[in-house]
């Protein structure tokens, strides 16, 4: 789906959407289509990174980290296998572009959708902004970091990003100005969410550049 609006909706060559599915999403992997990426940007152009997956807090709990496909489960494996945000924002930060959009359909508790820890012995991530996110940066996340990121209700594909692609698409321009911001996006997905799910909370959060 994100694929098909990047296309077909903001003009992206085809060739220049590099995916990683299922597998494929290992630590080296993802940093290296990223370096790619930045190679591929155009100055002043607009690089887009969308995860989807699971998250965890950082060893100091200042920090989430995205959980690579083949992280096992206890914190000492989990680490060195994943990819802490200020690390992905700051790879990110290394291209020509004018603006950097992330979107992490991902939460930082380390929980899974019963509660339990992703690996024994995560502690919750405190609420810390990331000192990584600039003024020409947006990062659109699907939770807080004390929430689990979940489904809509009968629907098998991810709430954020669901949302996320609607609101882009028109569903949040409530002002009809014809453009959509980071945190049009995270208002629209967190009131949706208000009242349709029941049994978990889901706030998602908009940080750093307003544009998206």
């Not at 060893?59 to 690390?87: F, H, T, W």
């Not at 996340?141 to 698409?169: H, I, K």
Request: with cysteine; aromatic share 6%; glycine share 10%.
């Amino acid at each position: 789906a994100w694929d098909a609006w990047l296309v077909r909706s903001r003009g992206v060559r085809a060739e220049n959407v590099l995916q990683l599915h299922d597998r494929e999403a290992r630590r080296e992997l993802v940093l290296k289509a990223i370096d790619d990426a930045t190679k591929l940007v155009r100055p002043g152009g607009t690089l887009w990174f969308v995860f989807i997956g699971h998250g965890a807090p950082s060893p100091d709990m200042k920090d989430g980290v995205l959980v690579g496909v083949d992280a096992d489960q206890s914190p000492l494996a989990l680490y060195p296998r994943s990819i802490p945000r200020n690390e992905l924002l700051a790879a990110l930060s290394r291209g020509k572009q004018g603006r950097t959009v992330v979107v992490l359909d991902a939460c930082f508790s380390g929980q899974t959708n019963s509660g339990a820890p992703i690996a024994p012995g995560l502690q919750p991530m405190l609420p810390v902004a990331s000192s990584a996110v600039t003024a020409s940066t947006v990062v659109l996340t699907a939770g807080t970091s004390t929430q689990f990121a979940g489904p809509l209700p009968g629907l098998d594909r991810p709430a954020f990003s669901y949302l996320a692609l609607g609101a882009l698409r028109g569903w949040a321009d409530e002002n009809g100005d014809g453009e959509i911001t980071g945190a049009e996006v995270a208002q629209y997905s967190r009131g949706v969410l208000r009242r349709v799910v029941r049994g978990r909370e889901q706030t998602p959060t908009s940080d750093g550049a307003s544009a998206a």
